[in-house]
């Protein structure tokens, strides 16, 4: 399904990374509270379980976990966030998706703007590059990690319902419809599978060349863009 890159390995490994290192609380208290939404309980809702056990691992306090759960579920006060997505095209024309979590939608776009304009870039209007990716559920697995032989991993994949994988420099990268995401997760870590980061993306259908003098100024902006509080997650679809 997916084909290797520099952007697409180093966003595979960040993503392991991100999962075991301190990260901004703001970022994490977002998506916990996405999550809730569909309930409080991680109990019963897989996708606030897998947000909670992100935060524990960025040592993000009890009591801003239990808040952001509050406010996700309508007990808590505070701004209502937003889920929004930005479009845009990076230098050498690449294309961007940006998906945003925030409570101050006039800050987040002006940040975007002002990103995109400082690195060559240009924001979209919305429909511009969204229709070159497709949403998929993406699970990361770090063979580093596991007990298991690299045959079992791929057994228990195959059995999971996967719809696709990949091998990417000990990573295994996992790929699912959005609506098997849940039972697929469920069945690796039921198999004995750990899985070091789990999310919907947007896997572009295509890739695009970027000229060697462009790339230095694009990885830039995708690095401002994800280190940014508002933005949860940023996909392109430059080779």
């Not at 998929?136 to 770090?142: D, F, K, P, W």
């Not at 990949?166 to 699912?176: A, H, R, S, W």
């Not at 690796?188 to 899985?195: D, N, P, R, S």
């Not at 995708?222 to 933005?231: G, K, Q, S």
């Amino acid at each position: 399904m997916s084909g290797h890159s520099k952007w697409a390995t180093t966003k595979h490994k960040k993503a392991i990374v991100d999962a075991k290192r301190s990260a901004s609380f703001t970022k994490l208290a977002n998506i916990v509270t996405i999550a809730a939404r569909k309930g409080g309980d991680p109990g019963t809702n897989f996708s606030l379980r897998l947000a909670i056990e992100k935060a524990k691992a960025a040592s993000m306090p009890k009591e801003n976990i239990e808040r952001a759960i509050k406010r996700g579920t309508g007990e808590g006060g505070g701004a209502a966030i937003e889920e929004i997505i930005y479009e845009g095209y990076g230098p050498g024309g690449a294309a961007i998706l940006i998906e945003c979590l925030t409570d101050n939608k006039l800050r987040t776009v002006g940040n975007i703007r002002s990103t995109f304009n400082k690195f060559g870039g240009a924001l979209a209007k919305a429909g511009s590059v969204a229709y070159l990716f497709e949403k998929v559920g993406q699970l990361i697995i770090n063979s580093a990690d596991s007990e298991l032989t690299q045959k079992q991993i791929e057994e228990i994949i195959l059995e999971s319902g996967a719809d696709d994988y990949e091998l990417d420099d000990g990573l295994y990268i996992v790929y699912t419809s959005v609506n098997s995401f849940v039972s697929v997760a469920k069945h690796l870590e039921e198999a004995g599978v750990k899985i070091d980061s789990s999310n919907i993306i947007w896997e572009p259908k295509a890739k695009t060349a970027v000229a060697d003098d462009k790339q230095s100024s694009l990885e830039k902006l995708l690095e401002v863009l994800e280190n940014d509080d508002d933005i949860n997650q940023v996909f392109t679809n430059a080779e």
